[in-house]
């Protein structure tokens, strides 16, 4: 961050988009907040960098992308007649910085290891709670936006819908940094055909074809990026991992960590806890990628646990396990058979190899035809989805679910 | 160009590619004769530059890029294991590095104005033969590849097909120069990808993604840019021009034109008489955009027809006409309206004010199921087209032939 | 140009900066009007694309973004605290897009040979004073400030000196254009980093490093691109031409050209005709690129007179001259001993050859240490001229005239 | 990294250049090893990412990198008809891609924290060594290249000297995730203007302005980047925080760390210690950014001691140290007065202030005249200086030795 001398105005070298300007002094405040900091050390894409090196980008960096997409939208709306009061606009500044203030470490990854069945938007809103609380109401207004509360519909949705600046951002983003050319969208171009219509974000009809890349693009990014089976398997390692030591705190053994990590490897909390002890949520606040992947390189030189080393080996040295893909399921026989040589290639009881053997699904949906549908504006003003708008886009496969079956294991077998 | 004195290798500085390499004689030779030199004077994209300002960009440097692009397949071809004799490598250069030799002036504007009904592909052929003869046979090889009538058809396939170079190169030069992102495509991915199978040109499975993109990206094209309606308008005005100016000549106005173009506007030519008279050929390869612009540009001031000066001062002082679009035909009514007050307001006869009323139909198509589609190679080496391969692409639309009728007239009505 | 329909603002693709909004009615006029069009057809660098081939953007294009540019400068200067009345924002608006509006064709390199020793400053004030009658006196502002007359010193500084929106549109487009990346400046920094003192133009000391590297760049422009032997080659047999050309017409030969260029050629205007006779400006502002090059490619043809045919004929067809430069001037007897070869071999008069036999100097300076210096300010409030505070250029380098020597002459010598 | 499945060959996806090929096995197999790995965990530019978010690139990325640019440039020479036998090649890819193999934590800001006294290149001496070892002597010509021992002394000038590989990588790749525009290089040609002349490497005449900006490029990240005072800062804080963390740990405190941190906390190896003791080399190889970061974040939770928990808290919640830098010395009374404030007001020892008051030197030069010079090669074939063949440069000022002096403080004085 670098200040011009003459006026205070911070600005922020971005490779991506140039310069950003911190537009005002909350902005600036909860930038420096040790809960935003913090966002410093959660790389966006969890263990992607594994696939594609250059892909180290953090939540931080992320957030500030999507505070400025959302500043040139406000303006663009701005200019389009529509009137937004100081107040609002600050709050949807606020609400899209803050909106993956609740992420831990390795973001999706592991979402579900550390704190059961919470998604990140729970912990995001908890914590801005107690930022609120701090800054003495200030970020009212954003946390009603961030709840899609606040009577401009519109602002939530720039905060968080199909056409949202989060994802505008990370798409961009995402792409910049993996070197994956397929995901360029045309940030400035969507975000100059954003219209409100009836208080809802909407996109001029011109904008049809920039809407359609986007979508595309996304869906790219998925298989390409977001779902490569190489970064399906190393995350599902560390979760393995995380089980693993879990389990072996839990009887007792003594294994290396943060005080914060091991608070959450000996119990499991749920929501209740840590919205009714700001304390454990501080604990949660401490734990970030460093915790955890220090003590995965500690873990990899344990001696008492064959399963733990051996996992953390393969995580810290690269030496992935071969993940299969399909859109069937796996036969059970086939699975079996595997697990059956994992046990004694690697010498280990059934209960053993189970760790070393993932078979799960995952699924994602290009578009969603629900509530944040994306809605054009034809030049007479009528309102249509853009799976409509659109002779293009199939909206059969477009929002049909699309799972998938994977197995992984080790390339040993 | 630019010379590496050590050895006399040229390089030309690219913006697009970066550094493009001349890699042989042959092709040096070619680039530096008069009938390649002359598409530095013909624009790749007509009148598109009074829409999109950056579109300057010619068939010279576009053609220099296909046969960078050519190069770089053929060596990823290699790698993987097909055996590509050096004479046919050359020949591939050759072929795509001519493919748009035969272009007329504003490039498809006018394609079918100075000489009916022949396409450039078929002019492209003529010029090659007399290139040949006058290159002692060197040509021959580039000359069966151009016209698919080499045993390796893949080779054909690269310089005309739906995935081949030319296609590659306009798309990422076209987005490059107008600044429509949304044109960018994964070019260096999708060449990693290109593979042979049964001797045709195939795509490895893990490039379906961004074969994708690259069907979005040319659609998307398509109505952004090659298809806008203001384009439409400049270049219609354009073809209404010398459709005047060449009833005038044929009246004996006596107009100012450069002489190979006043022939032209003298005469009906056809193919046969292109292809039996060499000096007819070369009188064509004498016309490029300058000739038209410049007459253009004269016929402004002419006082002998106002139908001509109108045409010509709307079209130089980009007083383009207003463009109406639409999937159905216009209402005969609704026309003939036009027509009528064309003609009061602008005091022309009924024969002229056709002139200033242009009503006609524009099709395309996303992606044609015939001889030329992309096949996709999967793992197991099984081949499949692309629309059955993705599960995205909604075949129906894709091959529906995309038709639509515009009228344009001047703004003034 | 494409329109946002909801309010009729215009914004323009441009692939260097992305969108250019025109941000008021009266831009958007002068923009339309016939003078300003025409900087359409009229090359930023003249024959540089014979060298480097993307280089085909227009003066048109060029003013445009040098007006964006001014947009972007009066925002920070903003700010940062200066004031700046509308009407004047207006004016550095209109003084920075009509700044090229003089242009002839080819830019620089005929600027002396359609009319003499009229730079093309004068004319375009002639031509803004013009256009001011027209527009009822709305350009007076901008006129001002064009002519150094108004009291802002700053807004004159914007549009003319060493660090001015000029020097930094040209310099990053012309990179753009030829791929010169050794071109790239810093243009968002250094406009960041704009400020006034004592009413005048300064940068902020923290811009230091960015102004030295924008002074190196172009410097490294002028070496590379400006000056390429090959391009001072081009150009000067383009001058050579318009000279034989004109001492024909003078003498009577019949030779094609369009009207207003034929009365060029025939009679030897200087300022004050142009300045006293509107009638002849309009001539003047009807030449561009393609009057000039149409008339090349004919006269190529032309069997009236050699010397004439072959200078055209090896300027269409790219056999440019060999160009020997060098610090020291040529020995006298090395040209003359050029000269009677080239009479010998193209048997031709003494007085012929020396068309085909270019003599002459070429002179630059890096920085002019003089009155549009480059001022810097430093956190103290001190100014000092960024030779004294960089601790890097070398001044004596840097200010000195750079004259250099060179010849040029058919290649088949 | 991923894979084409038809011949195992491997590219890696890189945001700088596109795609990077992985050109042979042993190349590969190297990449896989966990000395190799780890440089995954060593970010290229330390903290310089709490200033320029962008840069959290790590030296596997760099490595990778300069790797593919030696490829290129050995591409060149033998194009310029330079002989490179096939073992020569390899080896020349090992000595780059190995040649900050034994960077510790965090880069140059720890480099004489840990170990004492021992250079990093020292240190990637001896683990290319027992790489080497490991390898049945595969590294052997790599290792000659790498310690200048190599006849073809062109060779180990590509991987050291003041034009080498890693420094255009670095300074590309640094400018591309910081945004700092100013640095970008024209890798691309200077690769192209490589020769080799009486068997050392030298760059063509023509190269001459590129090489001028990249030597500009270079001053200007050192100011801009490498020693911006806040990076500066930050750096010395995490050096003050590993000599408290030292005290503390011999004085016998218990402090959180990993095995392998804390015991060259413990001790203060030398170079001596390292070579003969391969465990020890071990242990090294096992510290990284991620212990040093995670122990500074569990150290300002720590209540033992007030010192080393204030350092840590802010440096993790980035409350940086204001910095002063200046030419002259600081004035003692200066100092002085600032240390006892803090002393005051953190109500410190004057022994524990000492902590939080750094006063040091940096220094660096932008050419250094010496054994490694940049040579340029005339046409006629005459070697000369890049400070004499270039008119621009100053000598004087590039080859002094450019020292600054700084302090560091609280910014609550």
Same mark, same amino acid.
């Given at each position: ?118 998604p990140h938007e729970t912990l995001s809103g908890l ?28 602002? !939530?949705? $720039?905060? &968080?819908?199909?056409?949202?600046? /989060?994802?505008? *951002?990370? @798409? +961009?983003?995402?792409?910049f940094f993996t070197g994956v050319s397929e995901g ?93 002890? !700001?304390? $454990?949520? &501080?604990?949660?606040?401490?734990? /970030?990628?460093? *915790?955890? @992947? +220090? ?16 996992l953390c080996g393969s995580l810290i040295n690269r ?95």
């Open positions: 961050m670098q200040d011009i001398p003459t006026n205070k105005r911070k600005i922020i070298n971005d490779p991506v988009y140039g310069f950003i300007d911190i537009p005002r002094d909350l902005i600036f405040d909860l930038i420096e907040h040790p809960y935003f900091q913090r966002l410093r050390r959660i790389k966006q894409l969890g263990l992607t960098h594994l696939v594609y090196p250059g892909a180290l980008h953090t939540r931080f960096h992320h957030s500030i992308g999507a505070m400025h997409l959302m500043s040139e939208a406000l303006n663009i709306l701005k200019i389009k007649g529509h009137k937004i009061k100081k107040a609002d606009r600050e709050g949807a500044l606020v609400a899209i910085l803050l909106h993956d203030i609740g992420h831990g470490p390795f973001s999706h990854a592991l979402e579900h290891s550390l704190v059961k069945n919470i914590m801005m709670e107690q930022l609120n609380a701090e800054f003495d109401g200030e970020l009212t207004t954003g946390l009603e936006i961030f709840n899609h509360q606040h009577p401009k519909k519109f602002l !939530s949705q $720039l905060v &968080a819908s199909q056409l949202d600046m /989060d994802r505008l *951002d990370y @798409l +961009t983003r995402d792409s360029v969208i045309g940030t400035q171009r969507i975000i100059k055909m954003l219209n409100v219509a009836d208080g809802k974000l909407v996109a001029d009809i011109k904008g049809i074809y920039s809407i359609e890349k986007f979508i595309i693009a996304r869906r790219i990014m998925y298989w390409q990026v977001y779902l490569h089976k190489t970064v399906l398997a190393a995350e599902h390692m560390l979760i393995r991992i995380l089980e693993r030591a879990r389990y072996l705190v839990k009887a007792g053994t003594d294994l290396f960590a943060t005080p914060s990590l091991k608070l959450f490897l000996q119990n499991d909390f749920n929501i209740a806890d840590l919205s009714d002890n !700001s304390d $454990l949520l &501080a604990h949660f606040s401490r734990i /970030d990628d460093f *915790d955890i @992947l +220090t003590s995965v390189k500690i873990w990899s030189q344990f001696d008492g646990d064959r399963v733990l080393s051996m030496k992935l396990f071969r993940c299969e893909i399909q859109k069937e399921p796996f036969d059970y026989f086939y699975i079996e058979n595997i697990r059956t040589k994992i046990g004694e290639r690697l010498n280990l009881t059934e209960e053993e190899a189970r760790y070393f053997l993932i078979s799960d699904t995952t699924s994602n949906y290009t578009y969603h035809l629900g509530k944040d549908n994306i809605t054009v504006l034809s030049k007479s003003g009528k309102l249509s989805d853009i799976t409509q708008a659109s002779d293009l886009l199939n909206i059969d496969v477009l929002t049909r679910v699309n799972t998938k079956h994977f197995i992984c294991y080790p390339k040993i077998l």
